[in-house]
């Protein structure tokens, strides 16, 4: 055997073994981690909650996101801050409309209108920061206004946190774990490929080394006096990455984050596969920046635990085209059916449904992904809902015109 033939059949070889691995250490998570305890579903059940969402239009799907969260977190108790700038008037009609539909819940929504963000503040923190002097109940929620989340869900973060008083030098965050709804359209196909694949081997095997780096800023919860403990929002709104800014505050603090499995339900309606390039786009820089912002023991396990293996698909494939053999296409073949099989069990073991089976589609993402990270390294400029930025690092970028 040649030493090219050798490499590649060892590449191939790579896939299914990784993949394993990695599959192997999720269950492990998901079978360590604390059973919540179901909440009693009465009309005050959320009632020390606030609901902090930043709302920008653009998705077709606002008005039906937003109703849900009022049914199923307003009609519960919560009080929900609806953030909407004073330059979009479509998110406005959005939030009349969804107000108009279900009257009996009005009183449960606060509608804040908030001004153009500065030049070099992140426009998600800038709102949330506006809308915390507005909180009063024990715990904040960060909920993204395309999430849809289920009481349940809230439940579990709530349990994850701890009681009153929280303690000023152990803050602790709860975060869900995402899980997309189908969308028309192949990007938006695609998208929701991505993260139902992904999110729980890549957000519950942390829970086994340590604890996770960082946190899914579509919902996540801490107990009031904990933030404000850290500062609130205000110290990190010149970072770009909002996810990433809270998650290092937490742990800066001595904290720890609490990555729950039970899920928060997305639906992202992307208008074409540009658009889904984009987001694949944004996402791999944030994701290149929280390697960057670890020390380098975790820098290195994020590189092992989840850079590295991103590449082996698309390089056991191209191993098994350059050099083919029976034991490499076997290989090959283990690794894939690996992949859609046992991730799509995970989804369904996390979220307790899963989307139909797509194996052509989740190869495909699986396939792409690297390129995504190399188009991230190379182009350091995002597109942000109606914002352009180029970006240095989280604390350091400027915006474009």
């Known amino acids: 055997m040649s030493h090219a033939h050798a490499i590649a059949l060892a590449l191939c070889l790579a896939w299914p073994l990784v993949e394993a691995w990695r599959q192997i250490a999720a269950w492990r998570a998901l079978r360590a981690m604390p059973s919540a305890p179901a909440g009693v579903d009465a009309p ?46 479509t998110a406005a009609v959005a939030v009349r409309g969804v107000l108009a539909r279900q009257p009996e819940l009005a009183s449960r929504v606060r509608v804040g209108l908030h001004p153009p963000c500065p030049a070099g503040v992140n426009p998600k923190l800038f709102k949330l920061d506006r809308a915390l002097a507005g909180c009063a109940g024990d715990t904040v929620l960060v909920l993204d206004d395309d999430a849809r989340l289920p009481p349940a869900t809230l439940d579990a973060l709530l349990a994850a946190l701890p009681g009153a ?29 991505f993260v139902n694949d992904h999110a729980p081997i890549t957000y519950l095997p942390p829970r086994l080394a340590g604890g996770a780096p960082t946190l899914n800023g579509m919902c996540w919860a801490m107990r009031r006096d904990a933030l404000l403990s850290i500062g609130g929002f205000a110290p990190r709104l010149h970072h770009l990455t909002d996810d990433l800014a809270m998650a290092q505050a937490v742990l ?51 590189l092992l635990g989840q850079g590295l293996p991103s590449l082996l698909p698309l390089a056991a494939t191209l191993a098994l085209a350059a050099s083919p053999s029976w034991a490499g296409a076997i290989a090959v073949a283990c690794g894939a059916g690996a992949h859609v099989l046992g991730r799509r069990a995970l989804q ?54």
């Open 44 to 89: 005050d059940r959320f009632a020390a909650v606030d609901v902090l969402q930043p709302i920008r239009s653009g998705d077709p799907t606002l008005g039906e996101a937003l109703g849900a969260s009022l049914r199923a977190l307003g009609a519960r108790g919560a009080t929900l801050h609806w953030l909407i700038d004073e330059d979009d008037p």
């Open 165 to 193: 008083p929280a303690p000023a030098a152990n803050p602790v965050v709860a975060t869900a774990l995402p899980a997309y709804l189908p969308a028309p359209g192949s990007g938006s196909r695609l998208l929701a490929r």
């Open 252 to 302: 800066d603090a001595g904290g720890r984050i609490d990555q729950r499995s039970e899920p928060v339900w997305m639906r992202t309606a992307l208008p074409d596969r540009a658009a889904y390039v984009a987001q694949m786009h944004r996402w791999m820089l944030f994701g290149l920046l929280l390697a960057r912002a670890q020390r380098w023991p975790a820098r290195l396990r994020v």
């Open 348 to 401: 369904r073991a996390c979220a307790g449904a899963a989307a139909k089976a797509e194996p052509a589609t989740s190869l495909l993402v699986a396939l792409l992904l690297p390129l995504h990270l190399l188009h991230a390294a190379l182009v350091p400029r995002i597109r942000w809902r109606t914002h352009r930025y180029r970006v240095y690092a989280n604390d350091r970028f400027e915006a474009l015109p």
